[in-house]
Nanobody
Framework: QVQVVESGGGLVQPGGSLRLSCAASGSIFSIYAMGWYRQAPGKQRELVATITSGGSTNYADSVKGRFTISRDSAKNTVYLQMNSLKPEDTAVYYC???????????????WGQGTQVTVSS
């Protein structure tokens, strides 16, 4: 099994910054990509940012220029640096890992439990 654990959420004032971390562990042969998604109350889950094993990144238009995704491949960990936060960034942020399982050698993906980010004065 693969576990994905997020950390770093919290309450921050508009214009402030937060850094989220996500670590994947377990029966991982290799990771294809990891990413951050978010879900606000009453809304569907949406992509925030992703990063591939080759380092290619993709961002939602709403966060471009404010959020930065990075990774530590040796630790199967990704980070999301969030700057210039806005109230509309308030959501539960989920991490996803797409990987090849070391036991079955099949491709799969796993989600974390989510971490709350609240932007409010």
């Amino acid at each position: 099994q693969v576990q994905v654990v997020e950390s770093g959420g919290g309450l921050v004032q508009p214009g402030g910054s937060l850094r989220l971390s996500c670590a994947a562990s377990g029966s991982i042969f290799s990771i294809y990509a990891m990413g951050w998604y978010r879900q606000a109350p009453g809304k569907q889950r949406e992509l925030v940012a992703t990063i591939t094993s080759g380092g290619s990144t993709n961002y939602a238009d709403s966060v471009k220029g404010r959020f930065t995704i990075s990774r530590d491949s040796a630790k199967n960990t990704v980070y999301l640096q969030m700057n210039s936060l806005k109230p509309e960034d308030t959501a539960v942020y989920y991490c996803n890992a797409a990987f090849r399982d070391s036991t079955s050698y099949k491709s799969a993906d796993s989600w974390g439990q989510g971490t709350q980010v609240t932007v409010s004065s």
